[in-house]
């Protein structure tokens, strides 16, 4: 989301004024595409890098507006959460040397903004789902602070009429509702630019919404969110719903999400598209537009178009299309949304030369992809990309189905490679960048699969924290290796992650019970018969089971203790009248919450002499805390310490 300058809260008065100046924009617009000043004959390409900061716990670090103090570097720019920073890179032309530019300044500015973030004890990683990332870090503190973050909020949360809602199913699930826009603040991309004329507009665009697929699919890189593994590219999920704005009462009309794939292939031009979003979508910012855009073309200038451009960073298209004037030429350019951060800038880099190469080397073969794809099936190989990564089945042109592993190598790379060539990129260049991508494929190692693999090697040992933590902890490695000048090692090359040993790093993993809590659990209700709650312990092996009533908020804990009273006074379930839950459960538990530290749960313990914890966020339960959990903690502690010893 690029900084603009915009209104606080708008009256309907200003509003008005708003729209005026957006359809004024529109009607400039469509002059300068009439009277063909559009700069033409020119391809250029840019990015756009998302990046997060983490604290020495490899925790989210709301640290953002230090470190920009700190780098002084006008490409970094804040990002709607105070732990996401956002770099724009300068637009170089598509040929020659670009590519190794492009990542040349990539590693310069993050390497600048990881410098001012290790002065305030932080650093920069590159991922497009932190994997550390807990729902307490998304709470609206940690939304930064200005005025246009602000007051997207207060619009996108007005709009709504409610909370946001995400329901995300894969090989876990998450369903859950959130009170702020942050949870898009969970996603970081990579976005690429690519400067297109005004005449070719319709075609490329459309090409870009069919190529999307199969490079996603062998980009993806974000498999976790809050712990779940969902899907390979879960930012696509998460981005369409973590700011839907329709109202729960409208999803059943064709109301369009903000954050979409769109409907249709395009068949006019830039033009189309900025209309459709206008008639489609209110606005929901507004902003000092300047000086009328006729005056300016009556003067011979060109026009920023502002209300225009500010209106589009409110619509998130997956590929969206973008106005920009430089150096008093205005230009048409095609952002491509869909690629995620990392693992490493390598890596990006040739997540963008094969998108580049397919744009370049599919435009002549297919000029008209509109009547080789139905648009459907363009639309439904993205989601299916976004899901299953290089294991999804794509539908190509004429109709062909194949897996994507095969589509790529079989008909992209070879398309992709002549694409770059025709450009006149560097051919060591055009090796570099597309061999990543196609070891990449032929090893089946995307960042997702080695998130995945790492996880499923992991299994069984340590907490669900250690082995989040150590996903980041292997990551941000292999980027400061990469950042250092080392040779670089793209992500098809690593080794799976392993569990972390040093001491300090495991106490950092422990410090707090959320860390560590069981959040697995198993629950009963207070009219539920005594009889199934100790089936429950007996099944589960656990002896303490929480209480919830028909709301889901936590009203008591039956222990075995108590199971042991009830049948030492003679009462047994098998009873004309058996006793209920709510006849043996300890009423109104202490609670402590899943920022409580360590040491201060087992204060509490030992004073209340209670054997568990229920963990609350607000009067939801989210986990429990044992005596045993807390053991196990020591013991692991303990084991280190003695080892290091």
């Given at each position: 989301m690029g900084e603009h300058q915009v209104s606080e809260q708008a009256n309907e008065e200003q509003l008005q004024a708003f729209m005026r100046a957006l359809l004024d924009d529109v009607e400039a617009l469509e002059r300068l595409l009439q009277d063909d000043r559009i700069e033409s004959g020119v391809r250029r390409i840019g990015a756009e890098q998302e990046m997060f900061l983490v604290d020495r716990a490899l925790r989210p670090a709301p640290l953002a507006p230090e470190v920009l103090e700190r780098a002084a570097d006008g490409r970094l720019t804040t990002e709607l959460a105070r732990f996401n920073l956002e770099a724009?890179?300068?637009?170089?032309?598509?040929?020659?040397?670009?590519?190794?530019?492009?990542?040349?300044?990539?590693?310069?500015?993050?390497?600048?903004?990881?410098?001012?973030?290790?002065?305030?004890?932080?650093?920069?990683?590159?991922?497009?789902?932190?994997?550390?990332?807990?729902?307490g870090d998304l709470r609206l503190d940690n939304l930064t602070p200005s005025p246009r973050y602000h007051e997207l909020n207060r619009a996108l949360l007005q709009l709504r009429q409610g909370h946001f809602r995400a329901a995300i199913h894969g090989l876990d699930e998450l369903e859950m509702t959130h009170d702020n826009i942050l949870l898009e603040a969970c996603n970081t991309s990579f976005q690429v630019h690519l400067q297109v004329d005004a005449r070719e507009f319709a075609p490329l665009y459309n090409l870009a919404q069919a190529v999307t697929a199969p490079v996603l699919a062998a980009a993806v890189n974000s498999p976790l969110l809050l712990g779940q593994r969902l899907w390979h590219e879960t930012r696509i999920a998460l981005f369409e719903s973590s700011i839907d704005t329709r109202p729960s009462d409208r999803e059943l009309r064709q109301h369009r999400p903000r954050v979409h794939f769109g409907d249709g292939w395009v068949r006019e031009g830039a033009l189309e598209i900025f209309r459709e979003d206008i008639a489609r979508f209110r606005v929901i910012m507004t902003a000092e537009t300047g000086e009328p855009p006729a005056a300016v073309l009556a003067r011979g200038e060109v026009p920023d178009l502002k209300?225009?451009?500010?209106?589009?960073?409110?619509?998130?298209?997956?590929?969206?299309?973008?106005y920009g004037v430089a150096e008093g030429?205005?230009?048409?350019?095609?952002?491509?949304?869909?690629?995620?951060?990392?693992?490493?800038?390598?890596?990006?880099?040739?997540?963008?030369?094969?998108?580049?190469?397919?744009?370049?080397?599919?435009?002549?073969?297919?000029?008209?992809?509109?009547?080789?794809?139905?648009?459907?099936?363009?639309?439904?190989?993205?989601?299916?990309?976004?899901?299953?990564?290089?294991?999804?089945?794509?539908?190509?042109?004429?109709?062909?189905?194949?897996?994507?592993?095969?589509?790529?190598l079989s008909r992209l790379l070879p398309a992709a490679r002549a694409g770059l060539s025709a450009a006149g990129i560097d051919a060591a260049d055009v090796d570099r960048y597309l061999g990543v991508v196609e070891e990449r494929v032929r090893r089946g190692q995307t960042g997702a699969q080695w998130a995945l693999g790492s996880l499923s090697a992991m299994a069984g040992h340590g907490t669900p924290e250690m082995q989040h933590r150590a996903l980041c902890a292997a990551m941000?490695?292999?980027?400061?290796?990469?950042?250092?000048?080392?040779?670089?090692?793209?992500?098809?090359?690593?080794?799976?992650?392993?569990?972390?040993?040093?001491?300090?790093?495991?106490?950092?993993?422990?410090?707090?019970?959320?860390?560590?809590?069981?959040?697995d659990l198993f629950?009963?209700?207070?009219?539920?018969?005594?009889?199934?709650?100790?089936?429950?312990?007996?099944?589960?092996?656990?002896?303490?089971?929480?209480?919830?009533?028909?709301?889901?908020?936590?009203?008591?804990?039956?222990?075995?203790?108590?199971?042991?009273?009830?049948?030492?006074?003679?009462?047994?379930?098998?009873?004309?009248?058996?006793?209920?839950?709510?006849?043996?459960?300890?009423?109104?538990?202490?609670?402590?919450?899943?920022?409580?530290?360590?040491?201060?749960?087992?204060?509490?313990?030992?004073?209340?002499?209670?054997?568990?914890?229920?963990?609350?966020?607000?009067?939801?339960?989210?986990?429990?805390?044992?005596?045993?959990?807390?053991?196990?903690?020591?013991?692991?502690?303990?084991?280190?310490?003695?080892?290091?010893?």
């Open positions: 724009n890179l300068c637009p170089l032309p598509f040929g020659g040397d670009c590519l190794r530019r492009l990542e040349a300044e990539l590693s310069d500015v993050i390497g600048r903004a990881a410098e001012a973030a290790r002065a305030l004890g932080a650093d920069v990683l590159l991922t497009g789902i932190l994997p550390t990332l807990r729902a209300a225009l451009r500010v209106h589009n960073g409110t619509v998130y298209r997956w590929n969206r299309p973008c030429i205005a230009h048409l350019r095609i952002e491509s949304r869909a690629l995620p951060a990392g693992p490493t800038i390598l890596d990006e880099v040739a997540n963008a030369a094969f998108f580049f190469g397919l744009m370049s080397g599919l435009a002549a073969e297919h000029p008209r992809v509109d009547l080789e794809m139905p648009f459907e099936d363009a639309k439904a190989n993205f989601f299916a990309a976004a899901r299953h990564g290089l294991k999804a089945q794509l539908t190509w042109f004429g109709g062909e189905s194949l897996p994507a592993a095969e589509l790529v941000l490695a292999r980027q400061r290796e990469e950042a250092r000048g080392g040779a670089a090692r793209p992500v098809h090359t690593w080794e799976p992650a392993a569990l972390e040993t040093d001491l300090d790093l495991l106490r950092d993993s422990h410090r707090t019970v959320g860390q560590f809590m069981s959040t629950t009963v209700r207070p009219t539920d018969i005594v009889d199934f709650a100790a089936s429950v312990m007996d099944w589960r092996h656990v002896r303490h089971v929480p209480v919830e009533d028909d709301q889901g908020r936590l009203v008591g804990v039956v222990s075995h203790r108590a199971l042991l009273r009830l049948v030492s006074r003679g009462a047994v379930p098998n009873s004309s009248a058996p006793p209920t839950v709510a006849s043996i459960m300890r009423p109104d538990p202490v609670t402590i919450t899943p920022e409580t530290p360590t040491l201060e749960a087992m204060r509490i313990m030992r004073e209340q002499r209670v054997a568990c914890l229920p963990v609350v966020a607000g009067e939801r339960l989210v986990g429990i805390v044992t005596e045993r959990d807390l053991l196990d903690v020591s013991a692991r502690l303990l084991e280190v310490f003695l080892r290091e010893g």
